[in-house]
Nanobody, 120 residues
C-alpha cells in the first residue's frame, strides 16, 4: 500500500493550492483520511480529517479557509487551500487508515510529504 501526494508549491499570500493524495496497492478498505503539516523542528499537526462516512474535522487555524474531501472510488483525498498565509508554510503529509485485507486490522499509512510555501 502506498500514498502518493501531489499539488504543493510556492504561492503568494492570499493564493490557493489543491493537494491530492491517492492510495494504491492491495486495499480492502480505507477508513479515516487526513492531512497533517510539519514545520522543521516542530511536531506534525493535524490540519484536517475526513472519516469514511464523511465526518469532517479541521484545525482552528484553517477553519473556513481549507476544505478536505475524498473520492472513495479513486481512493483519493484532497485538500483545497484558499486564502493562504505565510504561517501555512510547511510540509504537508497525507494519512490514511487502511485495511489491506479483511483478515487484518487497519494500519497507519503516510504519504511522502509535499512542500507548501506561502511567500511574496
Amino acid at each position: 500500500v502506498q500514498l502518493q501526494a501531489s499539488g504543493g508549491g510556492l504561492v503568494q499570500p492570499g493564493g490557493s493550492l489543491r493537494l491530492s493524495c491517492a492510495a494504491s496497492g492491495t486495499i480492502f478498505s480505507i477508513g479515516d483520511m487526513g492531512w497533517y503539516c510539519q514545520v522543521q523542528g516542530k511536531q506534525r499537526e493535524l490540519v484536517a480529517s475526513i472519516a469514511s462516512r464523511g465526518a469532517l474535522a479541521y484545525a482552528d487555524s484553517v477553519q473556513d479557509r481549507f476544505t478536505i474531501s475524498r473520492d472513495n472510488f479513486r481512493r483519493t483525498v484532497y485538500l483545497q487551500m484558499t486564502n493562504l498565509k505565510p504561517e501555512d508554510t510547511a510540509v504537508y503529509y497525507c494519512h490514511a487508515m487502511i485495511r489491506a485485507d479483511q483478515r487484518i486490522s487497519a494500519d497507519h499509512f503516510w504519504g511522502q510529504g509535499t512542500q507548501v510555501t506561502v511567500s511574496s
